[in-house]
C-alpha cells in the first residue's frame, strides 16, 4: 500500500540578493529539486522550503551558494531570525561606505562636466582620474555580481547596471585617447536627451553619478526595508530579557531563556511578565496593550492565564509559566507575522514571472539599440549614450519590492494593532466578501453570565447575599454569576438537584435557589417570572419567596458600533448561534443586525455558511470557539477572536488578538489597504518601465537622467509601502 510522503518545512536566510531577479533565479534552482516547493522573498531575504520528510536541509543551503549567494538555514524554535554577516558587498555598511566616497569624487565631476564655465584645459584628464575609482570601487558591488551571474549563465539588475556604468566609462576614455574628446580645448554641454556625434562626447559623469544613484538608492532602500520589518522586530523584542523565580522559598534573578514550564516567577509593579503563565497569587493590572491594542489595563487575580510581554502596571504577582519560548503567545504571533510576509499574493506573482525574463530582454533591447543607432547615425555618442539609458533606466527591483514592502508594513501594523494575516492570500479574499457571518457567544457577546436583573420582593441586599453564598458553591456558569453579586458567607448542608436548582444552610437559614416552577413547587406557591431575555431564577429563604435574578449573556460594549462599521465597508452582517430564536432576535436587534440563523449546531454552522456561497456571497466568518472551526475554515475568510480557543485561530485566515468584534472592522480595512498599496506600486512599477524604456532607446533620455529615475522608482515603491505605518 503506498503512502503519501510527509512534508517538511525550512525557512533559509539568503545573503547577496540585489534585485527581483536574484530571487527567481534562486526560486528556480531550488524548485529543480526532487521533492522541493520554494518561495524566494527578496524583501524579506528569505525563501521558505516545503521539502519531502528526510531531505538535509544543507543541500538547500549548497544550491543557493552554488548559485552564487550566501544562505543559513533558519531555526524554527528560535524566538528571532538568524542574521548573516552585515560585512558583504551588498550590506548596508559597504554600500554607505562606497556611496559616501563615490559622492565625494562624483560632485566635481557633475559640476564641472554639466557647467561649461568650469571647464579647463585638461578638464576630461582630471574628471577622467575622479571618475575611475567610482567605476571601479564604488560600482565594484554591481560588477562582481555580474561576473558571477554570468559565470551561472544568468543576468540580474547588477549586469545592467555594471555593463551600462563599463560603457559609458569605457566610450569616455576610447573617445579620450582615439578622438577628439582628450583635446585640451574640448567643451562639453549638457543635455536632457543623449545628443552628440563621433569622438566628441564623453560620459564620465554619467558613468559616475549613476554609480552614486544607484548606490543611494539601494542604501534609503535597505533602511526603507529595515522600517517596515520594524514593527515585527520591536514585536519579538518585547519579551523580557530576565526574570526573578523562585527556588526552594529564594528568590533569584536568571536569564528568560533558562525558565521552564512550571517554573513559578515573581512579577513586581512595572516589570514585564516574562513568559506565559498563570496567577498562583497577588492581584494586580495587567497593561496588555503592546500585544493587543487595547490601552485598558486588565486586571488578573488567582487563577488567571497572563501573557508574556504584557507589563504588570501595580501589584505584585506571582505566575507559574505554561508556556516558554518558541511555544507562547508572542513567538506564535511573531512567526504568524513572518510566515506572512514571506507569502506571495497572486498579484505578485505575475511580477514575479516578469522579472524573470525581464534583464535578459532588456540586454537585447539595448543592443537592439546600438545597433538600430549605428544604421542610422553611424558609430557616435548617440548610439551608445541611447543603448546606456535603455540599460540602466530598466528596473525589475520596482517589481520584486512591489508585494513584499507593502506586506511587510501591513502585517507589522496589524500585529501593533492586534491583528494577525496568515497571509498574502488573505488581503485578496478581504476584497472580495460581501457577507459576515458572526457567531454571537464570545463574538458579539462577551461569553460571560452575568445578572442583569434583580427583582426583590423585600430586602434586596438580602436577596443578594443569600444567593451569593448558596450559589458560590456551584460551578455551573449561572451559579459563577449570582455569586459575584455579593461577598459569600458560610454554606452548609449544600446540595446540588440536578438540573433544577441548589439548596443549602446560611447562617441558619435554609435557601433554595434554581427555576422558579420547582422552587414554587417546593414551597406550593405561585411565582410571577420577569418578562426579560435570559435565565431566571428564584430565590427562596425559610419557606418564603426573597425573588428573582436574571442571568445573560451580556453585549460587548463595542458590539453595535462595530456591526454599523462593517456594514459601512459593504458586508451585510449575519448573526448565528445556538441559543434560542427570542435571545437571538433580542441581540440581533440590539446591535443592528438584521438577519439571524438561531439554533444552529456546530454542523449546522457549516452548512450556514455553504448555504449562503451557494447562493453567490462571499463569506467572512467571525467566531471563537472549537463549535466554530469547522465554519471558520470553510468560509472564504475565517476571522478568529484571539480569546478564543486555539483549535478556532488554527482554522482562521486573520486573529483578533483583542477579542474586540470592532477590531474585525479595522482589519479588513487593513487588508484593503494593504492590497491597495501593493496593486498601486505594481501600477507604478510597470508603467514606468513600459514608458521610460521607449524613451530611452529613442534617445531622448540622457543616461544620467535614465539612472535618477531608476534608483526614484524603487524608492517610490518603499515609501509608498511605508504610509501604511500611518494606518489607524
Not at 45 to 53: C, F, H, N, P, S
Not at 581 to 591: I, K, T, Y
Not at 606 to 635: E, F, K, P, T, Y
Request: with cysteine.
Amino acid at each position: 500500500m503506498s503512502t503519501t510522503p510527509t512534508q517538511e518545512q525550512y525557512r533559509l536566510d539568503i545573503g547577496g540578493m540585489s534585485c527581483a531577479s536574484c530571487a527567481a533565479r534562486i526560486e528556480k534552482k531550488l524548485n529543480k529539486l526532487d521533492g522541493v516547493q520554494a518561495a524566494v522573498n527578496y524583501a524579506t531575504e528569505k525563501a521558505v522550503v516545503d521539502v519531502t520528510a528526510g531531505l538535509d536541509p544543507q543541500l538547500l543551503v549548497q544550491v543557493v551558494e552554488k548559485t552564487g549567494y550566501t544562505a543559513v538555514v533558519h531555526d524554527p524554535k528560535a524566538g528571532r531570525d538568524t542574521s548573516l554577516d552585515d560585512t558583504g558587498l551588498h550590506s548596508p555598511r559597504s554600500i554607505r561606505r562606497r556611496l559616501v566616497v563615490s559622492a565625494a569624487l562624483t560632485v566635481p565631476v557633475l559640476l564641472v562636466s554639466m557647467i561649461p564655465a568650469l571647464q579647463f584645459d585638461y578638464w576630461q584628464w582630471v574628471m577622467l582620474a575622479l571618475a575611475t575609482p567610482v567605476v571601479a570601487w564604488g560600482a565594484y558591488p554591481f560588477h562582481w555580481s555580474a561576473v558571477v551571474n554570468a559565470r551561472h549563465g544568468a543576468a540580474t539588475m547588477d549586469t545592467l547596471i555594471s555593463i551600462g556604468v563599463t560603457a559609458a566609462y569605457a566610450w569616455s576614455l576610447w573617445a579620450m585617447v582615439f578622438g577628439h574628446a582628450g583635446d585640451p580645448a574640448m567643451r562639453m554641454h549638457w543635455t536632457w536627451i543623449s545628443q552628440g556625434s563621433g569622438m566628441d562626447e564623453i560620459y564620465l559623469e554619467v558613468a559616475s553619478a549613476v554609480t552614486v544613484f544607484i548606490l543611494a538608492g539601494k542604501y534609503l532602500e535597505a533602511n526603507a526595508k529595515a522600517r517596515s520589518s520594524a514593527a515585527l522586530r520591536a514585536l519579538m523584542d518585547l519579551g523580557a530579557k530576565q526574570v526573578t523565580v523562585l527556588r526552594d522559598g529564594r528568590e533569584e534573578r536568571i536569564d528568560v531563556d533558562l525558565l521552564g514550564v512550571g517554573d513559578r516567577f515573581v512579577v513586581r509593579p512595572g516589570e514585564k511578565i516574562a513568559t506565559d503563565g498563570v496567577v498562583v497569587d497577588g492581584r494586580s493590572a495587567v497593561d496588555e496593550s503592546m500585544l493587543t491594542g487595547e490601552s485598558v489595563p486588565v486586571e488578573v487575580e488567582h487563577g488567571r492565564q497572563v501573557t508574556g510581554a504584557t507589563v504588570n502596571r501595580s501589584g505584585r504577582l506571582v505566575v507559574e509559566a505554561i508556556a516558554v519560548g518558541g511555544d507562547t503567545q508572542l513567538a506564535q504571533m511573531a512567526r504568524l507575522v513572518e510566515e506572512a510576509q514571506e507569502g506571495k499574493a497572486d498579484v505578485q506573482r505575475l511580477a514575479d514571472r516578469v522579472s524573470a525574463w525581464f534583464v535578459p530582454a532588456v540586454l537585447l533591447l539595448a543592443v537592439a539599440t546600438l545597433l538600430a543607432w549605428f544604421a542610422v547615425a553611424g558609430v557616435s555618442a548617440t548610439a551608445f549614450a541611447a543603448a546606456i539609458a535603455v540599460l540602466i533606466i530598466a528596473c525589475p527591483c520596482a517589481l520584486g519590492l512591489a508585494t513584499p514592502t507593502a506586506l511587510m508594513v501591513g502585517t507589522g501594523r496589524g500585529a501593533q494593532l492586534g491583528i494577525l494575516i496568515r497571509g498574502p492570500q488573505v488581503l485578496e479574499s478581504t476584497r472580495r466578501i460581501d457577507t459576515v457571518v458572526l457567531d454571537k457567544t464570545g463574538t458579539v457577546t462577551t461569553g460571560a453570565m452575568t445578572v442583569v436583573a434583580v427583582d426583590a420582593l423585600g430586602d434586596a441586599t438580602r436577596l443578594r447575599s443569600l444567593a451569593a453564598s448558596v450559589e458560590s458553591a456551584s460551578e455551573h456558569p449561572v451559579a459563577q454569576a449570582i455569586a459575584q453579586l455579593a461577598a459569600p458567607r458560610p454554606v452548609v448542608d449544600f446540595e446540588n438537584h440536578e438540573g433544577f436548582g441548589v439548596s443549602g444552610v446560611v447562617d441558619g437559614q435554609r435557601v433554595v435557589v434554581g427555576r422558579p416552577a420547582w422552587v414554587a413547587e417546593q414551597l406550593g406557591v405561585t411565582i410571577a417570572v420577569p418578562d426579560t431575555i435570559g435565565t431566571t431564577v428564584a430565590v427562596a429563604a425559610d419557606d418564603t419567596v426573597l425573588g428573582t435574578l436574571t442571568v445573560a449573556d451580556t453585549i460587548k460594549a463595542t458590539s453595535r458600533e462595530a456591526v454599523a462599521e462593517l456594514r459601512g465597508l459593504g458586508l451585510e452582517p449575519v448573526l448565528l448561534t445556538g441559543d434560542n430564536q427570542r435571545v437571538a432576535e433580542s441581540v440581533a436587534a440590539e446591535v443592528g443586525i438584521d438577519r439571524v440563523v438561531a439554533e444552529v449546531t456546530p454542523a449546522d454552522k457549516l452548512d450556514v455558511v455553504q448555504s449562503l456561497q451557494r447562493d453567490g456571497r462571499v463569506v467572512a466568518m467571525v467566531g471563537d470557539g472549537i463549535n466554530d472551526a469547522a465554519a471558520l475554515a470553510g468560509a472564504d475568510l475565517g476571522v478568529a477572536m484571539g480569546t478564543g480557543t486555539d483549535v478556532a485561530m488554527a482554522a482562521s485566515d486573520l486573529t483578533l488578538v483583542r477579542g474586540d468584534l470592532a477590531t474585525a472592522a479595522e482589519a479588513v480595512r487593513l487588508a484593503r489597504a494593504t492590497l491597495g498599496t501593493i496593486k498601486g506600486n505594481l501600477f507604478w512599477a510597470f508603467a514606468y518601465n513600459v514608458a521610460a524604456i521607449p524613451l530611452a532607446a529613442l534617445g531622448f533620455l540622457n543616461p544620467l537622467v535614465a539612472g535618477a529615475a531608476m534608483a526614484l522608482s524603487s524608492l517610490f515603491v518603499v515609501t509608498n509601502s511605508l504610509r501604511l505605518r500611518r494606518f489607524g
